[in-house]
């Protein structure tokens, strides 16, 4: 059960509700494209939902508190939210903070916990939300194999954009596209945790292939044995499934 109170609809926040609002947040959406912007005040509740905007659950969540200098927050199915992996930082997941409230999204809200870099009292935060779109945008895991016959992941689209990460160690996040770079292999990256300039290191060189993507080295931030990676990727003729544009 909950209450509307001057449009906003409130619970107790020991409850765990399905699909119930705690916080009313500003939503920018396109739900065919997959993607939404979040803009919310926390309320330092232990467990709140807030509206993404989208049809579908969203699978990778970037959310950043506007008044403090603190980390860039993600969420990524790949982790689960138990876990939470930092854009602006190389370490591991860190588990056990709950930010992300210990409940995946569902394909109508998202969770929060009262971590402060996602919900302190009277604290502006920002949220990017990404759901998948077939022939779009994908996102998932791999387990690298340390071989110079890397990894294939299949996406089901061209592969223009590509961002990974090791999950299972501390790695920087490597970022790969198709303008910078138009044939394969691939081994211009950029780390977004960094300032780094561009770097052509052979160890991180990838194909950006029609239906997905594959490694052709073993570098520890993209290919090494036994590590676990979480990736999104974007398409370079984005259709849907339907045959329409994702706009």
């Given at each position: 059960?909950?209450?509307?109170?001057?449009?906003?609809?409130?619970?107790?926040?020991?409850?765990?509700?399905?699909?119930?609002?705690?916080?009313?947040?500003?939503?920018?959406?396109?739900?065919?494209?997959?993607?939404s912007i979040c803009k919310w005040t926390g309320n330092s509740g232990i467990r709140q939902t807030l509206a993404h905007g989208l049809n579908a659950a969203p699978e990778?969540?970037?959310?950043?508190?506007?008044?403090?200098?603190?980390?860039?927050?993600?969420?990524?199915?790949?982790?689960?939210?138990?876990?939470?992996?930092?854009?602006?930082?190389?370490?591991?997941?860190?588990?056990?903070?709950?930010?992300?409230?210990?409940?995946?999204?569902?394909?109508?809200?998202?969770?929060?916990?009262?971590?402060?870099?996602?919900?302190?009292?009277?604290?502006?935060?920002?949220?990017?939300?990404?759901?998948?779109?077939?022939?779009?945008?994908?996102?998932?895991?791999?387990?690298?194999?340390?071989?110079?016959?890397?990894?294939?992941?299949?996406?089901?689209?061209?592969?223009?954009?590509?961002?990974?990460?090791?999950?299972?160690?501390?790695?920087?996040?490597?970022?790969?596209?198709?303008?910078?770079?138009?044939?394969?292999?691939?081994?211009?990256?950029?780390?977004?945790?960094?300032?780094?300039?561009?770097?052509?290191?052979?160890?991180?060189?990838?194909?950006?292939?029609?239906?997905?993507?594959?490694?052709?080295?073993?570098?520890?931030?993209?290919?090494?044995?036994?590590?676990?990676?979480?990736?999104?990727?974007?398409?370079?003729?984005?259709?849907?499934?339907?045959?329409?544009?994702?706009?």
């Amino acid at each position: 059960w909950s209450v509307r109170v001057d449009g906003k609809r409130l619970v107790n926040s020991t409850s765990t509700p399905v699909a119930v609002l705690s916080i009313s947040s500003v939503v920018k959406a396109n739900p065919e494209a997959g993607f939404s912007i979040c803009k919310w005040t926390g309320n330092s509740g232990i467990r709140q939902t807030l509206a993404h905007g989208l049809n579908a659950a969203p699978e990778m969540i970037i959310a950043k508190h506007l008044d403090s200098n603190v980390r860039w927050a993600v969420y990524h199915k790949g982790v689960g939210p138990g876990n939470t992996l930092v854009l602006n930082d190389t370490t591991t997941p860190t588990g056990g903070t709950g930010i992300w409230g210990n409940v995946d999204p569902t394909n109508s809200v998202f969770y929060i916990s009262n971590d402060g870099e996602v919900n302190a009292n009277n604290q502006d935060y920002i949220g990017y939300c990404f759901a998948p779109v077939a022939g779009y945008s994908a996102f998932g895991s791999y387990i690298g194999n340390g071989s110079n016959d890397g990894v294939f992941v299949h996406t089901g689209f061209s592969v223009q954009w590509l961002l990974t990460k090791a999950s299972s160690h501390g790695s920087d996040w490597q970022l790969w596209d198709s303008a910078r770079q138009s044939y394969n292999v691939n081994a211009n990256t950029l780390t977004p945790n960094s300032t780094s300039a561009e770097t052509g290191s052979a160890g991180y060189a990838v194909d950006l292939l029609s239906n997905g993507f594959k490694f052709r080295m073993y570098g520890s931030s993209s290919n090494q044995s036994n590590y676990t990676y979480i990736w999104a990727a974007f398409a370079s003729n984005p259709f849907q499934a339907n045959g329409g544009l994702a706009r």
